[in-house]
């Protein structure tokens, strides 16, 4: 049986209304995990918000889209000074930041550890979990059932299978083999720590 490698991983999303997870616009991941001695947070985060929903917007909310991408960094970096383990990253930001720009509470998944990424560099790995929980998360059923999704979450392999981006009703083949973030993400931006040293 492959090794595996526990990604623990939570899903950023802008809330029209922070109470309410229906409407919610899908905005990027946090992801948390170990290779080697490394210590490993990545942040990806779309790169363009959709441009319906910022014309809907007040000055204040438009503000926090525009800004999204370094509010985030910002944000992973008050948690890495506050982190003491891998996974505590990812509880620090769900706990800030429960309102329009959402921090979703932190799940796991057990990665395949293939030798064949072993020359990868950290920043590879980093993009091909990226790519393989947004895979995931794009192949999930229509809003009015997530909440049930959310309760028992699957996993299933979706291999070439075409996936639709939520809001844009985009197809895209999200293939395993790819290397590179879906054409609306950018790449992550990875911080790395050694193992035994707090988030600082």
């Not at 990604?7 to 109470?19: D, G, K, T």
């Not at 919610?24 to 918000?49: K, N, T």
């Amino acid at each position: 049986m492959p090794a595996k490698d526990t990604v623990h991983f939570s899903y950023v999303e802008y809330r029209p209304n922070p109470a309410r997870a229906d409407g919610a616009v899908p905005l990027g991941l946090v992801i948390e995990f170990v290779r080697s001695d490394a210590w490993v947070v990545g942040l990806a985060m779309r790169s363009e918000f959709p441009k319906s929903l910022l014309a809907a917007m007040d000055p204040l909310a438009r503000e926090l889209a525009d800004s999204r991408i370094q509010l985030m960094r910002d944000e992973v970096g008050k948690a890495r000074e506050l982190a003491k383990d891998p996974g505590d990253v990812l509880r620090i930001l769900a706990s800030a930041n429960p309102w329009s720009l959402h921090v979703k509470p932190p799940c796991e998944f057990q990665a395949d550890a293939n030798e064949k990424y072993d020359s990868f560099t950290i920043e590879k790995i980093a993009e091909k979990y990226v790519l393989e929980l947004y895979a995931r998360k794009l192949a999930l059923p229509a809003p009015s059932q997530i909440e049930d999704v959310e309760r028992t979450p699957s996993y299933a392999v979706i291999g070439h299978a075409p996936v639709v981006m939520p809001e844009a009703r985009i197809y895209a083949d999200h293939a395993p083999q790819a290397d590179v973030p879906p054409a609306w993400m950018l790449p992550p931006t990875v911080w790395i720590n050694p193992r035994s040293g707090s988030g600082r």
